[in-house]
């Protein structure tokens, strides 16, 4: 049996196919970027053996980059345990290991130009109010009373936020994009949000934090990533994902393509859930044989071939 035939095959591996008959790409690019905050368990598992296997197949390359945008949950712990976890799947990252806030630089000069185009604004509405003025799936949004400031009052209070003039909660920047979109994801969402907390990577330096669909993106991009591999459930963000890129001055628009995740009946896959069984002392810790963590299946005896098979059966 050659190579090829041995491939194991699925739409995105035929999307890939497409591509690089078409000279839309001469190689393959892809990255697994998990949040740290928490241990991986065995649904993070068919994300990593897809990305990294991918890049694999194509002797292309796969980053390891670490989702780092909320100070207020992620730990070194995780960061550690994380890269642990993958390397015990089999896998390695292509060169040095990346973080989000590498890139909180260009991401806050990416955000000034959004203003400055007049497709950003500060808006001083409380959560709540947010929540509210979004509307539901039914009924459309209704715009901020704060949406039409000027672009020189958006630079300011912008700046205001980044030099800790707010308190938590009392200011955001939000995309300019449509209220009454069917997408609730496209109702102007929240692109920076204020957290007075230290970063275990950029330390003090930062009291705004960018929001994952703004970070993910343009990390996306920066990083020359060609194939950009989601969970269903950020099918919609896939419009803002292509809305911020759209509209920057980058030079690079990957696409992001959706996978379904692996869910297991009768087993707890959330890591909300799963770090309330650690902090509540229900388990041991993360590695607790009884956990669906990477760690705990590990400690339970299950091999790294073990999983990387299962992975690859159910597709």
Request: net charge negative; glycine share 6%.
């Amino acid at each position: 049996m050659s190579e090829a035939e041995a491939r194991p095959t699925n739409f995105i591996r035929q999307i890939i196919d497409e591509d690089l008959a078409s000279g839309k790409h001469t190689t393959v690019h892809t990255r697994f970027p998990p949040e740290p905050n928490g241990y991986l368990h065995i649904g993070h598992a068919k994300s990593i053996c897809l990305n990294f296997g991918i890049a694999q197949d194509y002797q292309g390359q796969c980053n390891l980059r670490f989702d780092d945008t909320n100070p207020v949950k992620e730990d070194i712990e995780y960061v550690d345990s994380i890269k642990n976890d993958v390397e015990w799947l089999g896998f390695h990252w292509s060169g040095d290991i990346r973080y989000s806030s590498d890139y909180f630089d260009q991401l806050h000069a990416y955000a000034v130009e959004l203003i400055n185009k007049g497709l950003a604004y500060v808006d001083e509405l409380t959560p709540e109010q947010i929540r509210e003025y979004r509307g539901t799936l039914t009924a459309p949004g209704k715009n901020s009373p704060f949406r039409d400031r000027s672009v020189e009052e958006n630079l300011a209070l912008f700046e205001k936020m980044r030099t800790g003039g707010f308190e938590e909660g009392k200011a955001c920047l939000r995309a300019k994009i449509d209220m009454a979109s069917p997408f609730i994801v496209m109702r102007d969402p929240v692109l920076y949000r204020i957290k007075f907390a230290e970063h275990h990577q950029t330390g003090n330096k930062w009291c705004i934090y960018p929001m994952y669909d703004f970070t993910h993106c343009i990390s996306d991009a920066l990083e020359g990533i060609t194939h950009s591999l989601c969970t269903l459930e950020f099918q919609d963000n896939r419009r803002l994902y292509d809305w911020v890129l759209d509209n920057i001055t980058i030079p690079v628009h990957p696409r992001q393509y959706e996978f379904s995740r692996l869910n297991l009946e009768y087993t707890v896959m959330s890591k909300r859930k799963l770090n309330l069984l650690v902090t509540d002392k229900h388990v041991e810790g993360w590695d607790d044989p009884r956990m669906p963590t990477i760690s705990g299946l590990r400690r339970r005896g299950y091999t790294a071939a073990s999983i990387r098979e299962f992975c690859k059966r159910i597709g």
